[in-house]
Each structure stands twice: as C-alpha cells, then as structure tokens.
C-alpha cells in the first residue's frame, strides 16, 4: 500500500495512504460532508453581511427544491449542463482534455442560426435541421484539435483553449455585422421564428430539451457501459500503450470520443438557443465550459452520475440568483458562494482517494 509519511509530533507519525477499494457509502458521505463545509463558510459570510440567517433555509432550500416551480426552474438550468457534462465526460474517458467545449457550443448555435437566418428548409423540417447542423457544427469545431493531437501530438489543452477564441470572435463579428437584428439593432441575430422554438412541456418554462438531453443520455450511457466501444475507451483511458499493444485502434477511439464530445457541446448549444435565447447572442456560451468540466470531474466520467451533478449544479446556479433577488447581493459574491461551494466539493476527492492515519513509531 503507497503511504507518504509526515512527521510532526515526538513518536507520532500522520500517515497518508491510497485506498485500496473505494465504497459508493463512502464518496456520498464525503461529497456530502463538504457540502455542509462549503455552505457553512457561505453562511459565515453572510452573517458578516447581517443577513437573517433565520429565512436563509426558506429561500435559498424551499425556494429552490421544495416547490413546484424552483424545481422546474433548475430543471431549465440543469438541461445544457447535462450536455456539457456528457460532452466533456466522453472527451476525459479517454484522457482527451478537451477545454474547447464553449467554442463548440458557440459553433452548434451558429449552425442553428444558419438555418433560422436563411430559411433554408420547410417549416415542418426547420427545427430537426437546426439540431441536426448544431450536432454537425459541434464535430467540425472539435475535429481540427483532435487531428492535430493525432497527427502532430499537438496539446489538445492548447489547441482547443484557442479554438474557443476563434469561435467566440467570429460570433462577435456575425452579430455586431451581418446577422445584427434590424429590429432593434441590437447585437445578436433576429428571433428565431415559433417553429424553430423548442416548445414548453406545460410545466413552468420546462420545454422539450428535456426530451432532447434524455436521448443523448440515455446513447451515451448505452455507448459507455454497454458498447464495445464502451469497453475500448475505458482501455484508452486506463492504459493506452496497452491498448497499443493488443492492437486496439487507438487513434479511432479518440477520434471519435473527440467528435462525440463536439456533438453533445453543440447539441447544447441548440437546446439553450432555440429554448431559452431565441436567437444568437454573444453572451450565450458564458461560463458553461467550466460547468461541464467541473460536472465530469466530480462525476468520475460517468454518465448517471452526470446528471445528478448537473442537477445539482444547476440548482447552486437557481439558489446563487434568488439570493440576487431577497438580499440584494452582488453578482461577485453569489459567483463567490458557487465556487466555494464546488471547490468544497472539488477538493473532497481527495479524501475519497486517500485517508489519514496516525501512527507511533520508535525513534531511533
């Protein structure tokens, strides 16, 4: 068993050793213990801003998950946050850091905007075309990085950070030039037209991106757990000079993985633009790829568990703004509440993998 030794008591010994065997008991209690941490710090901070500390729970708890509507609200928030999630967790399986998840994102609501600004198909086709170029826009905005990994061993961190600059410019250019709404002159491109809106379910602002992220969960959870390919990646990401060596090809499997997480970024994109924005607007993107590289790391890569962070998440998100709206707070301290809270549980990892142990020894 690896152990690393700190002395720092006469006769006594904290040893920090690796577990051998990692029980699902365990890692809730320990994500579950460095909520409370993360929350207590979060209500120290805002004793400090004399806040009632006696209607925190009823605004911040029941607001956000004991009612109706707070649910079907981080419901919304949480639907581009599964996407995201997955998208970054097919990329990280196999050890492909893919940081460009905005960029591609940005991309697969371009592809959308494509075909809303140019009418390019009949009405009834509009809004499967749209998801069909968002998922296509995704892969091609992915597909440069990942060749030149494969072909130049170029760092895809570098290569996809870039592209998300690229990206985010060109849609600079597009709304402050040629997709400007003439309407109000504006910068983000005209509004989409009702049919190639996602339409509501009948529960609050809930709309059928739900049913859009439940098919992309319910692929990827079948082509990780129970496809071959599934079981290929899972090499790849364990030990890819084995995979090298019983002749697996490990250039595809990344390939793939790669584009597939291209897809789901954009496939994202689609879900918040033709849902919740309307339209094309260059604010759109904001903040998500960190979400969904946050999402996978706590998830470990797996697509169950995906989702449940990224419900979570997306209710942190829901309660960060009601708090906006009871106390007055300002934006850098709710984004400062929210990163506590996930560093909290960000760091918690670490006791999960490892565990302290005092230990006497002799001196001699």
């Given amino acids: 068993m690896q152990a690393l030794s700190l002395s720092f008591l006469r006769g006594r010994r904290l040893t920090i050793e690796v577990r051998q065997k990692i029980g699902l008991g365990l890692r809730f209690a320990t994500v579950f213990g460095a909520v409370l941490f993360g929350l207590g710090i979060c209500l120290a901070i805002l004793v400090s801003r004399n806040v009632d500390i006696a209607s925190i729970y009823?605004?911040?708890?029941?607001?956000?998950?004991?009612?109706?509507?707070?649910?079907?609200?981080?419901?919304?928030?949480?639907?581009?946050?599964?996407?995201?999630g997955l998208a970054a967790a097919m990329a990280f399986r196999v050890n492909y850091w893919n940081i460009g998840i905005e960029g591609q994102l940005f991309?697969?609501?371009?592809?959308?905007?494509?075909?809303?600004?140019?009418?390019?198909?009949?009405?009834?086709?509009?809004?499967?075309?749209?998801?069909?170029f968002s998922?296509?826009?995704?892969?091609?905005?992915?597909?440069?990085?990942?060749?030149?990994?494969l072909r130049l061993n170029i760092n895809e961190v570098i290569s996809t950070l870039l592209l998300n600059?690229?990206?985010?410019?060109?849609?600079?250019?597009?709304?402050?030039?040629?997709?400007?709404?003439p309407k109000d002159n504006f910068p983000h491109s005209p509004r989409y037209d009702d049919f190639e809106r996602l339409?509501?379910?009948?529960?609050?602002?809930?709309?059928?991106?739900?049913?859009?992220?439940?098919?992309?969960?319910?692929?990827?959870?079948?082509?990780?757990?129970?496809?071959?390919?599934?079981?290929?990646?899972?090499?790849?990401?364990?030990?890819?000079?084995?995979?090298?060596?019983i002749g697996l090809p490990l250039s595809t499997i990344t390939l793939i993985s790669a584009l597939a997480s291209g897809s789901l970024a954009g496939l994202a994109g689609f879900?918040?633009?033709?849902?919740?924005?309307?339209?094309?607007?260059?604010t759109l993107a904001a903040g998500y790829g960190f979400s969904g590289i946050v999402?996978?790391?706590?998830a470990g890569n797996r697509p169950v568990m995906v989702v449940i962070v990224a419900f979570l998440m997306g209710g942190l998100y829901v309660a960060g703004e009601s708090m906006k709206v009871f106390y007055s707070l300002p934006d850098a301290l709710v984004g400062l509440f929210q990163a506590v809270i996930v560093l909290s549980v960000t760091a918690s990892e670490f006791f999960v993998r490892y565990r302290l142990r005092m230990a006497h020894y002799e001196r001699v």
């Fill in 58 to 84: 009823d605004e911040f708890i029941v607001f956000t998950f004991l009612n109706s509507t707070g649910i079907a609200t981080v419901v919304v928030q949480s639907t581009p946050l599964v996407l995201v």
């Fill in 107 to 132: 991309m697969g609501v371009v592809g959308c905007t494509i075909i809303a600004y140019f009418d390019i198909g009949p009405e009834s086709l509009r809004l499967p075309l749209m998801f069909l």
């Fill in 135 to 149: 998922i296509l826009f995704g892969a091609l905005w992915a597909l440069p990085a990942a060749l030149l990994k």
């Fill in 165 to 181: 600059y690229i990206a985010f410019y060109f849609v600079l250019n597009q709304v402050f030039g040629p997709w400007r709404d």
């Fill in 199 to 245: 339409p509501g379910v009948g529960w609050e602002d809930v709309h059928y991106g739900l049913v859009v992220v439940a098919i992309a969960f319910v692929f990827v959870w079948w082509l990780i757990e129970h496809s071959r390919f599934g079981i290929q990646s899972r090499f790849v990401g364990v030990n890819p000079r084995m995979v090298l060596a």
């Fill in 271 to 282: 879900t918040i633009a033709a849902a919740t924005e309307g339209r094309l607007t260059f």
């Fill in 295 to 298: 999402i996978a790391f706590l």
